[in-house]
């Protein structure tokens, strides 16, 4: 079905396999596009629970294909590629794929992530990497800025401070530096890692509401940046009284009493509550 991505479905989960083993899983157009389709499907299927992103081979995405030279990057050439950034009013392509999905997502970084190839999972959720994976914000290095919406993105993750350390100097850093600076949450030995993803992934999917889950991270995403509390306290609290009313928490409340996993019945293709909103 995709040519530079592959995608398979195991139980809840969606693992999304950026798929340019050759060419170190470069990204492309083509790639972009893909992973803003398989995310809007991943949206719509009440089947899946959690998406987890890694590449194929060696490594995870050595950023943006050049083979081409040094028009890849010029539009006036007709061959340039679109990174994630678009016109204003044009819709976000992958990035907004990944940010609103319903899904929380899981970037299990193999290997290299450069340029495009860390900025991509900045959207994502949860970001873990194995002991070997190296990455970069190597923008300015080419000539170029920070690009899918990263710088946004990256100072809300890992602080102003760090953000600018690693953008304007567009050094490659290691894992280890990664997970310190609060860009990854765990390192782990190669081996371990889609094990350790699909684990984490687990401890979502087989414990939690998955309407509760697509309301809460777009919570905390679109809430935590806006400078006060209090259109969030206007919206938590009827929240919170319409929800104890459903048979979510009724479910969630008897499994707990009863030791056991819960089973909510609950699908966000349609049972979102009707006061959720989020900020514009």
Same mark, same amino acid.
């Given at each position: ?79 340039? @590629? ?7 009013? &044009? !819709?976000? $392509? #992958? %990035?907004? +794929? ?25 959207? @994502? ?7 070997? &994976? !190296?990455? $970069? #914000? %190597?923008? +300015? ?140």
């Amino acid at each position: 079905m995709y040519e530079h991505i592959k995608t398979e479905i195991q139980g809840p989960l969606l693992i999304l396999t950026l798929n340019r083993p050759d060419k170190l899983n470069a990204y492309t157009a083509l790639m972009g596009s893909e992973i803003e389709d398989a995310f809007c499907k991943a949206d719509a299927d009440d089947l899946v629970r959690v998406v987890i992103v890694t590449g194929a081979g060696r490594g995870f995405c050595a950023g943006a294909d050049i083979s081409g030279g040094s028009g890849a990057f010029d539009v006036n050439q007709g061959a340039a @590629m679109f990174q994630g950034s678009r016109p204003r009013g &044009a !819709r976000g $392509g #992958f %990035v907004e +794929a990944i940010y609103r999905c319903r899904k929380p997502s899981i970037a299990a970084i193999n290997g290299a992530a450069v340029g495009v190839g860390i900025t991509l999972t900045l959207p @994502m959720d949860i970001r873990i990497a194995s002991s070997d &994976a !190296r990455m $970069g #914000f %190597v923008f +300015a290095r080419l000539g170029l800025v920070p690009e899918a919406g990263s710088a946004w993105f990256l100072p809300r993750l890992v602080g102003l401070d760090q953000a600018l350390r690693w953008c304007l100097s567009g050094r490659i850093f290691g894992a280890e530096e990664a997970c310190a600076g609060g860009l990854l949450s765990e390192v782990v030995p190669a081996e371990e890692l889609l094990p350790r993803a699909r684990e984490i992934a687990h401890e979502i999917a087989d414990n939690t509401s998955a309407v509760s889950i697509a309301m809460t991270r777009q919570m905390l995403w679109q809430y935590s940046a806006m400078p006060d509390p209090f259109d969030l306290l206007e919206m938590d609290g009827p929240l919170s009284v319409e929800l104890g009313k459903g048979g979510e928490v009724k479910e969630g409340v008897a499994a707990f009493l009863e030791r056991r996993k819960p089973k909510f019945p609950a699908k966000p293709s349609r049972d979102m509550p009707p006061g959720f909103r989020l900020p514009k």
